[in-house]
């Protein structure tokens, strides 16, 4: 029975293999050696003892076939169907996730060739048959929710994706914070049209960054992504563009609001999940809902654990994210997160927890800029000297404080010799 369906299987390519023989793309040896290699894959997929390795080499001999043969054809300048390969190739894959329909790495590899090949209506197919067959996967949701929103420019059908997704994994906090992105890079894009059609002056978005997770990223931003040719494929960035800011839920941050509350009380008192969104909506620090998203995820945070140190920490630094030391409001702003840093300070139960992140962050402030002005140095550097002193008379300083105290120590060096060299250079001027 195996060798019958091998070798019906076999005989279907007989055509193709003519036509390349007569075309001359592949000699004869050539065909010979392609017709073995394919029976020899044949006999083993059909055979009862099959394994998925076994449809994924014959995939890849496929894929490196069709390659050579795209390559020939241009070389030789021969108007040649392209259809053979892809055509095979879908076909292989097709019979492995029909045979192994449990192994989600054979649908990701039938997802990727389909979108590397454009093919709209197979990948369409693919991902409905992928999703019904593995609806308890977040990362496949996560994924058409990313092909639909890059690929097709269609931010409802990605986040119909998302809901879907969701109702078979309330727990995921990966499809949730995924989600959450999805409409933070969609309010971004707005933005971005926006500027383009001349209604903000300033860009109002910020460049997703790949945080190194496993997660499938959304999309970067950038202009070309919103040329005309997006705009005419979904007109829903156009008409957001023009919606009052104000007013409309997408664009105000009430909707990454909403994700972050439900998702919050499906997995309750999680300071770590809300963390990660925390950090989601610190990417896109340009965006005038991003303060009060950060507001209120430290808010959420404080009151399921008032003690918390990380907690504690993003609300002592939250007057100062997302502005530069040289911004004329910094002084004031920074004012503010001393005020905070004392309260955290009578709430924490290891204060060192706080002494550590609040030196680190100033001292990193004050190497990275060397044009403050020398009032707000004054007031960085003095609170860096009374938190390490603080922390080393209650708790004894931890690693990381020592080597912020030493980064601090090499600045001030640093500085007093650029103050040196300031001097003798003006010695000779005023002499002369």
Known sequence: MAAEKARYFLEQSIPELRDYEKRGIFSSTEITSITRKRSDFEHRINAPGCHVADFTRYAQYEMN??????????????KARLHYGSRRIFFVLDRATR???????????YIEFAKKEKAASVLAKVFASALKLHPTKPE??????E??????????????????GLRFNKKSKELWVEYAKLEMVFVAKVFLRRQL???????????????????IKLPSISAAELDPELAKKDQSYDLMALEN?????????????????????????????AMSFFNLFLQFGQLKCTPRLLEHVVKYMLEVAPTNPQALWQAVRLPIIHVEPLDPIYPGRFAMALQNMQEALRKVEKRNDLHDPFVSHFVGVLQAEENLDEALTKALSGSVVRHIKLAEREEGLSPSLKASRVEFKKW????????????????PRLSS
Do not use: C
Request: charged content about 30%; hydrophobic content about 40%; glycine content about 6%.
């Open 197 to 215: 059609l001349g209604i903000d002056k300033k860009p109002e978005t910020q460049s997703m960054e790949d945080e190194g997770d496993d997660s």
């Open 99 to 109: 045979k192994f329909p449990g192994d989600l790495g054979l649908w990701i590899q």
């Open 140 to 145: 496949l949701w996560i994924y058409a929710a």
């Open 245 to 273: 800011v104000d007013s409309n839920p997408a664009l105000n941050g009430a909707l990454a609001t909403a994700i972050f509350d439900q998702a919050m009380r499906e997995v309750p008192n999680d300071v770590d999940f």
């Open 147 to 164: 092909h639909a929103l890059v690929q097709n420019a269609d931010v409802t059908e990605a986040r119909s994706h998302m809901q879907r």
């Open 412 to 427: 001030k060096e640093m500085r007093l010799q650029a103050r040196i060299s300031e001097r003798r250079e003006e010695q």
């Open 65 to 78: 076939l069709e390659a050579l043969y795209r390559k020939r054809v241009k070389r030789l300048g021969i």
